[in-house]
Nanobody, 116 residues
Framework: QAQLVESGGGLVQTGGSLRLSCEAS????????MGWYRQAPGKERELVAAITYGGGNTKYADSVKGRFTISKNRAMTAVTLQMNDLKPEDTAIYYC?????????WGQGTQVTVSS
């Protein structure tokens, strides 16, 4: 399985922007896509955004559509999440995610905190 390392989290005011990055190592094979989940205190982990390996198709949670943009590099070894117009409800730990035909890899998470 791949090793995923996230970066770019932090503290930002409402309306601000952050850019999360995730890099994969370990020469993963059978990659289906990459994406980001988040988990806020007391809530279940939810899918924020995902992008497929081949076609570059994307999927977003309704709550972030129009504000977040996911992108990947050609080799699908890195994915970024550009987050604009951040809101306090976006506060969570954000996890990088990579499903493959052999299993699913997760990053350790990066904290995003949006102050009101």
């Amino acid at each position: 399985q791949a090793q995923l390392v996230e970066s770019g989290g932090g503290l930002v005011q409402t309306g601000g922007s952050l850019r999360l990055s995730c890099e994969a190592s370990g020469s993963p094979v059978g990659i289906k896509g990459m994406g980001w989940y988040r988990q806020a205190p007391g809530k279940e982990r939810e899918l924020v955004a995902a992008i497929t390996y081949g076609g570059g198709n994307t999927k977003y949670a309704d709550s972030v559509k129009g504000r977040f943009t996911i992108s990947k590099n050609r080799a699908m070894t890195a994915v970024t999440l550009q987050m604009n117009d951040l809101k306090p409800e976006d506060t969570a730990i954000y996890y990088c995610w990579m499903p493959t035909t052999w299993g699913t890899s997760w990053g350790q998470g990066t904290q995003v905190t949006v102050s009101s």
